[in-house]
């Protein structure tokens, strides 16, 4: 069963910055819904401790980055209060099967957006 998505304002304006990947970013979006833990990476250790629940998808060989959450992982995970910054008014507290959709951009620079 596939996940539900939302994206955020900042994802969406993000996306929109890479018209010649839209394809590409369309389809990883798709396997991420399907398989939201195989096409991710746990965030939350050494440099990305602020980052704690969240999640990351690489694309293009890792050079462009989505930042994600998954919200059955994060009430599982008791990361409720530290991602309220990231999740606000879309979170609703309980295990849905959703995908959230915070960030995009090259490596480099997409960890610094949240």
């Not at 304006?13 to 991420?32: F, N, V």
């Not at 050079?63 to 309220?84: P, S, T, W």
Request: some cysteine.
């Amino acid at each position: 069963m596939a996940y539900s998505e939302y994206k955020t304002e900042t994802y969406k304006e993000d996306i929109a910055m890479y018209p010649r990947l839209k394809r590409q970013i369309e389809k990883r979006e798709s396997l991420t819904l399907e398989k939201p833990y195989h096409y991710s990476t746990g965030l939350g250790q050494g440099k990305w401790s602020n980052l704690k629940g969240l999640r990351s998808v690489h694309m293009l060989g890792g050079k462009y980055v989505f930042l994600i959450a998954i919200c059955e992982d994060c009430v599982r995970n008791g990361h409720i209060e530290m991602n309220l910054q990231y999740c606000g008014d879309i979170c609703q507290r309980v295990e849905l099967k959703r995908v959230v959709f915070f960030a995009f951009g090259q490596h480099d620079s997409v960890y610094g957006k949240l």
